[in-house]
């Protein structure tokens, strides 16, 4: 096929950055770079007619770690590391509400919880400790008290059953990630930025003083910068990256009359999540369960979460009630051996900014914030 000259000039003309991916990280990098000079011509590249990956497939959690996952993640990665996640998670949290009015991206401040059934000993007998202890690590960020405190008192009126001990959080909430996708997509457009989607990069090659990108389709893309954004599946692009692929899987309920459920929930250190989707209850998670067979890119469900989700449902969620099971889908997560994300310049022109570790939705903000100053430094 060949392409006019307005074509050449416009959508596949020469840009100072072509971030490759569109989804939230992909997008917030474009509006801070924008932001900062409005100057600069940007491009967006996605291989899908929509954002995938985890963008749009995710549960929709506005959260920055429940206790028993920040204890586990402080135990593992460093006191340190796990405190520098929180309060890039939290800032994140902050710089989409002042950017988006609640009523945009279906955000509320619903508050947030982490349950316990009794069969979690060596957590439930250490629980006092760790609450005053991250409470008091959590301060300087949240400018809170008390961050986290014991909330036994509310677990019937949520509707749990076989829970024994309930941790609460106010300063979490949901939001819709599908409507944050597209908020983000026309403001970006409106900055200018050109978006173009079913192209998929195949490889780059710097030449001379641009690099040139290598596609599915028969456009020539140039750049003065590459940044790529695809988290989980970056590793097609750039295979010496530290980055893991995980997948999460969610369903969906019918409406049921009447739910008392309200808010957003975490078990077994964040493996486990679940809340109302107004009258709905959206669960997701599970992967512990089958760590190897959820270690892939393939976008499905399979039986074997599933069915372990659908248990979690009955037997703590939804015990007695009538419902079905109205929506089944699964999203890919960017994991590795470190949970901070890699931001970084790879090579001579040539930036990244992935391996989210299912936290995409708050750090994509700061991540963006950080890729904008990395490339105009």
């Not at 020539?220 to 989980?232: D, H, M, W």
Request: hydrophobic share 40%; proline share 3%.
């Amino acid at each position: 096929m060949q392409i006019s000259i307005w074509e050449k000039e416009s959508f596949y003309a020469p840009k100072d950055v072509i971030i490759v991916g569109s989804g939230l990280v992909g997008l917030w990098c474009a509006w801070h770079l924008k932001k900062n000079d409005p100057t600069l011509s940007v491009a967006i590249v996605d291989r899908g007619i929509i954002p995938t990956g985890a963008s749009t497939r995710n549960a929709g959690f506005a959260c920055f770690g429940s206790v028993t996952e920040l204890v586990e993640d402080a135990a593992r990665f460093g006191e340190e590391n796990m405190l520098q996640l929180v309060e890039m998670r939290y800032k994140g949290l902050q710089y989409i509400r002042k950017v988006f009015k609640p009523v945009t991206i279906d955000f509320e401040l619903c508050g947030g919880y982490e349950l316990f059934t009794g069969n979690e000993k060596a957590q439930i007998t250490s629980l006092d400790h760790d609450i005053e202890h991250l409470n008091t690590l959590l301060k300087d960020i949240t400018g809170r008290n008390q961050t986290f405190k014991r909330a036994d008192k509310k677990i019937a009126a949520q509707g749990l059953h076989h829970v024994t001990h309930l941790i609460e959080n106010k300063l979490e909430g949901y939001l819709h990630s599908g409507k944050l996708c597209q908020a983000l997509l026309q403001t970006v457009q409106s900055m200018g930025v050109t978006v173009l989607n079913a192209i998929e990069i195949s490889g780059f090659e710097k030449q001379n003083d641009h690099i040139e990108l290598y596609t599915n389709q028969f456009v020539p893309l140039r750049t003065s910068k590459l940044l790529i954004c695809t988290n989980a599946f970056a590793r097609q692009l750039l295979p010496a990256l530290d980055i893991v692929p995980a997948r999460g899987q969610v369903l969906v309920t019918s409406p049921i009359e009447n739910l008392p459920l309200k808010g957003t929930f975490h078990f077994d250190a964040g493996y486990y999540y679940f809340r109302n989707l107004g009258n709905r209850v959206l669960l997701g998670g599970a992967r512990n369960k089958a760590f190897e067979e959820e270690t892939t890119t393939e976008l499905t469900t399979t039986n074997t979460i599933q069915q372990e989700l659908e248990h979690f449902l009955c037997t703590y969620i939804l015990p007695g009630y009538s419902y079905q099971i109205t929506d089944r889908w699964s999203g890919i997560m960017g994991m590795g051996n470190e949970k901070l994300p890699i931001v970084k310049e790879v090579s001579p022109q040539v930036f990244c900014a992935v391996r989210m570790s299912g936290m995409g939705v708050a750090l994509a903000p700061v991540i963006g914030q950080r890729i904008a100053k990395l490339l105009s430094s």
